[in-house]
């Protein structure tokens, strides 16, 4: 299979190695630094841009022994990912106001608020989207209020009239909605995560929230329990294929100390994260009663990150369909399921996406027979390729 890395995957090995001595030396040992002046120079800047590590690596360029011209392109990169990530500080510094006007309660979640939790820097995470979680009875307020805020819906990713069963279908089977403006793109969520997603809700999240300051503005955020659950679910949905997400993790785990006990025993994301995370970036972190040995569940965790990461990012959706690759990807969603209704949910998002009920052209809704059609001519398409 071609990778970013070509067949031989020596780069991404060595960025593990690299981000294991990095986070060594922040827990207070001092090893010695893996050598990575013999790398194809080409090849690990695009693991470094395929695992978003610009700002992770460039400040240890030069101890890794890489070569000036990979250090100068590090730099660059670096501070283009940390003007992004202000770019979203400034974003969440601007909607906060609007909605604390409308009396929409909000949470700003993962971005600059994760980046100032794990590392003091709210640029430090780069850019992307801007994810913003709200009480699922206030969905309707908040995107009016984002809306007046001169953002979009996106056609083809949800029905667009509330008043259709087509919309409350899709308030139960999705968990966030994306809106543009611009290039500037904010993801309303009204849950964290579509399995187990009463826990915490909305409201025990907001109970438990953070109030970080970005400038001299405090923005609400995720208590640090909240985070780290939510950032290991997540890094679960995509089967721990970034490192980034991997260095996010330890930052969390080390932050809540003797706490991480008890995440890593009820919080079933949080020790499947820590299994890939120990193994794969060779990591000594010793939790209180933790036992060496893997469980079955969290051996399976390491070989599908250990696959995953070598991957191009797009791969599953521009590749042949599989059914066992179909498989896992639900058995994956599926993963962290509690309850029969987080399978009926995943099942049914999976076999009819809320997606098929909004043209993606012309951003118009479809009917109940349109939306089957045109999934049906989908799964066809798929079949005979």
């Given at each position: 299979m071609s990778t970013p890395y070509g067949c031989d995957p020596a780069e991404l090995i060595a960025l593990r190695r690299a981000l294991g001595w990095m986070l060594a030396g922040e827990g207070g040992s001092a090893a010695t630094p893996p050598d990575c002046s013999g790398l194809d120079p080409s090849a690990l800047l695009a693991a470094v841009a395929r695992h978003r590590l610009g700002v992770c690596l460039s400040p240890h360029a030069a101890a890794l022994g890489l070569p000036p011209s990979v250090i100068g392109e590090l730099d660059r990169r670096a501070r283009l990912e940390r003007l992004g990530g202000l770019a979203l500080a400034g974003l969440a510094r601007d909607l906060i106001p609007r909605f604390q006007a409308a009396?929409?309660?909000?949470?700003?979640?993962?971005?600059?608020?994760?980046?100032?939790?794990?590392?003091?820097?709210?640029?430090?995470?780069?850019?992307?989207?801007?994810?913003?979680?709200?009480?699922?009875?206030?969905?309707?307020?908040?995107?009016?209020?984002?809306?007046?805020?001169?953002?979009?819906?996106?056609?083809?990713?949800?029905?667009?009239?509330?008043?259709?069963?087509?919309?409350?279908?899709?308030?139960?089977?999705?968990?966030?909605?994306?809106?543009?403006r611009g290039p500037l793109v904010v993801d309303l969520h009204w849950a964290l995560t579509n399995v187990?997603?009463?826990?915490?809700?909305?409201?025990?999240?907001?109970?438990?929230?953070?109030?970080?300051?970005?400038?001299?503005?405090?923005?609400?955020?995720?208590?640090?329990?909240?985070?780290?659950?939510?950032?290991a679910a997540h890094a679960l949905n995509d089967r721990w294929g970034e490192l980034r997400a991997l260095v996010d993790l330890v930052r969390l785990m080390r932050a809540r100390g003797q706490a991480l006990r008890d995440?890593?025993?009820?919080?079933?994301?949080?020790?499947?994260?820590?299994?890939?995370?120990?193994?794969?970036?060779e990591l000594h972190l010793p939790v209180p009663g933790q036992p060496d040995q893997l469980s079955r569940r969290q051996r399976w965790a390491v070989?599908?990150?250990?696959?995953?990461?070598?991957?191009?990012?797009?791969?599953?959706?521009?590749?042949?369909?599989?059914?066992?690759?179909a498989w896992d990807l639900w058995y994956q969603r599926v993963a962290l399921s509690s309850a029969p209704i987080d399978v009926l949910r995943s099942a049914a998002a999976y076999a009819l996406p809320p997606a098929m009920f909004n043209d993606p052209g012309s951003g118009v809704d479809r009917s109940l027979a349109a939306a089957l059609t045109a999934r049906l001519a989908r799964v066809r398409e798929r079949l005979r390729a």
């Open positions: 009396g929409v309660r909000v949470l700003v979640f993962k971005g600059p608020l994760l980046a100032l939790q794990t590392g003091g820097d709210p640029g430090s995470r780069g850019g992307g989207d801007l994810d913003l979680l709200v009480d699922p009875e206030a969905v309707s307020g908040a995107l009016e209020v984002l809306e007046g805020a001169g953002f979009r819906r996106l056609p083809g990713y949800a029905p667009r009239d509330p008043g259709r069963r087509a919309w409350r279908y899709a308030r139960w089977a999705m968990k966030e909605l994306p809106l543009a187990r997603r009463d826990q915490p809700g909305f409201e025990g999240a907001w109970r438990e929230r953070l109030e970080l300051p970005i400038g001299a503005q405090p923005l609400p955020t995720l208590g640090q329990a909240h985070a780290l659950e939510h950032l995440d890593l025993l009820f919080r079933p994301a949080v020790a499947l994260g820590w299994a890939v995370a120990v193994t794969l970036l070989r599908v990150a250990t696959r995953t990461q070598a991957e191009p990012l797009d791969l599953h959706q521009r590749s042949t369909w599989h059914l066992n690759r």
